[in-house]
């Protein structure tokens, strides 16, 4: 019997594994191909708020950034690399979101490094940007130390069942509490007011001859070189492809083409080796912001709460819950900005009673299910 079974091994799973890890708990992590094998294992994984006017994913990523910033400079120093991290706009559009970022943000900002200033394409000159301390994650490694300390099972989880007060997979393993960090793939709980979109990913490792000082971001991102003159591109953002839905297989070399020229609008990179391609599926909301807590039972509640199912503002705490059952998922592209800032969030709520908001509590898409299909 374990405490806590987490599903899904991506930087979700690993930074709650983290969390109970450290408070003593034991912890058994579910997956199918191993720690950051999907989405998180092709991020870019970089350390970055949001360079918006306003809204509440932008004031959730200022305090998810400089929580993270801290989290991995004081728990994982070998696998977060501090660089500068140049922002540049695509567009005029964006020049003007920057202008009005750089006008309101409390964040320290400072001017792009003489030397990536002349390897900036003549187009990249012209637009706006931010400049400030921001830092990469070395994926695949931060996801593997997180996790040290859980039983990792390296198989698909196809039952779940909840057995007097606790929780069965697979007929085999039990634990008391459940999280699902599974991001776009099988949830293993139906429920029909959880959708995700599943966008999919491709980033390339290159060798180049041009030394690259910052994190550059504008049409994809390029990481700082290490000291092998080697950098990451990425990563791509595809809606349309689904590796569990489309039939035909990914492109990769179309997808390479289309990361380098992407990356060559912004930088001027030369004598460019491809290394390595990785390749993954990330998780959106609807609504953009993450989802984070527990699951409502929809039958149930719809039976229980009929009458209040269609009020303006609903009491999220008259639904009926999954006992012990909880999610973390729809970050998107800020998996590694969000992870530990909302393992800390769930964590203290399951061990500690802390309360979610309810703007990142799953309950809020039933509520807008429940409207439209009671």
Request: net charge neutral; charged share 25%.
């Amino acid at each position: 019997m374990y405490d806590i079974a987490i599903i899904g091994a991506g930087i979700n799973g690993c930074s709650v594994a983290y969390e109970f890890i450290k408070e003593g708990k034991s912890v058994i992590l579910f997956d199918k191909e191993g720690i950051a094998s999907g989405g998180s294992g092709a991020a870019g994984a970089f350390i970055s708020p949001k360079f918006s006017k306003a809204g509440e994913l932008k004031e959730m990523l200022h305090d998810a950034f400089i929580y993270s910033y801290d989290f991995y400079d004081k728990n994982f120093p070998l696998n977060f690399k501090k660089a500068q991290l140049v922002h540049l706009a695509k567009d005029e559009a964006d020049d003007e979101a920057l202008r009005i970022y750089k006008q309101n943000t409390q964040l320290n900002l400072q001017n792009i490094p003489a030397d990536l200033q002349q390897q900036l394409s003549a187009e990249a000159k012209k637009r706006e940007n931010v400049c400030l301390n921001a830092g990469v994650v070395d994926a695949q490694r931060v996801c593997n130390d997180m996790s040290c300390g859980a039983k990792l099972v390296k198989e698909k989880v196809d039952t779940l069942i909840f057995n007097d007060d606790f929780w069965v997979m697979n007929e085999t393993y039990s634990a008391k509490n459940v999280v699902l960090a599974t991001g776009a793939y099988d949830m293993v709980v139906k429920e029909p007011y959880i959708k995700l979109r599943g966008v999919w990913g491709h980033r390339i490792d290159i060798k180049t001859t041009t030394q690259n000082p910052c994190s550059v971001h504008q049409y994809v991102s390029i990481s700082p070189s290490n000291n092998k003159g080697e950098l990451a591109i990425g990563a791509t953002h595809n809606v349309h492809y689904h590796p569990e839905k489309n039939q035909e297989s990914y492109d990769v070399e179309q997808g390479r083409a289309e990361l380098l020229e992407k990356a060559a609008r912004t930088m001027n990179l030369e004598n460019i080796e491809v290394i390595k391609d990785y390749t993954g599926l990330r998780s959106g909301s609807f609504d953009y912001l993450p989802m984070v807590g527990s699951l409502v039972l929809s039958q149930e509640t719809v039976l229980t709460c009929k009458a209040s199912l269609h009020v303006k503002k609903p009491d999220y705490s008259e639904y009926v819950y999954y006992p012990n059952l909880y999610m973390i998922n729809g970050s998107g592209g800020y998996g590694f900005v969000l992870a530990p800032y909302l393992a800390k969030i769930l964590t203290e709520h399951i061990l500690h009673g802390k309360k979610i908001s309810e703007r990142i509590s799953p309950a809020r898409f039933f509520a807008r299910w429940a409207k439209k299909n009671s």
